[in-house]
């Protein structure tokens, strides 16, 4: 019987969706990479598979997941990067052997130097938080407005004016909260 686990949190941008493998960080945290294995399915997932992932890999990974969170969060609020989180991005960047490669249907591809290094894959996880944090993209880097959540996103909206990780969890989880705020307060008025 396999054990039932948190689902995943994928958005369209590798890195953030990396830091959303530990959620609710500001609250009842949930680890949705606890075991080697879901850090392998996480990867498939993503797009950069590999075989197998060891104990100390995983460890590597949550590393990196938490430099890649303190980065994101000191620069969405315009704080000086931490020292200790732009060395292990940086570290992690230039260990991995990953290249772009593009598709019959032109879409960027990663390949790994083999399927099963989880440090490629890792490498490209960073580059993409590099990317972000350098301001090469098109988007703001803003944090989660929910209380206990807090996570950094990058916010690819026209208007730049997200408030919200994603609004399916957080953002429905607010608007609830509001809902049934104003209910009890007008216990009339909601037919």
């Known amino acids: 019987m396999h054990a039932r686990f948190p689902d995943f949190r994928l958005g369209k941008v590798l890195a953030t969706s990396f830091t959303a493998t530990l959620t609710e960080r500001c609250g009842n945290a949930v680890e949705r ?25 995983l460890e590597l ?68 938080s590099i990317s972000i944090l350098a301001g090469e993209r098109d988007g703001k880097l803003a944090l989660c407005a929910s209380p206990t959540c807090r996570a950094a996103f990058f916010d690819t909206s026209q208007s730049r004016t997200r408030r919200w990780c994603e609004m399916n969890t957080c953002g429905n989880r607010q608007k609830k909260a509001r809902f049934n705020a104003n209910k009890s307060k007008n216990p009339g008025s909601a037919k």
């Open 33 to 57: 990479i606890p075991t080697p294995r879901r850090l392998v399915d996480w990867l498939a997932v993503s797009g950069l598979a590999v075989e197998s992932c060891t104990t100390a890999q």
């Open 61 to 128: 990974a949550r590393e990196l997941r938490e430099s890649i969170h303190a980065a994101l969060t000191a620069a969405a609020i315009q704080d000086p990067l931490p020292a200790s989180a732009v060395q292990v991005i940086n570290d992690r960047s230039i260990q991995g052997r990953a290249a772009a490669v593009l598709t019959p249907e032109n879409n960027r591809q990663w390949r790994l130097s083999s399927a099963s290094c989880v440090e490629d894959a890792l490498s490209v996880i960073a580059a993409d």
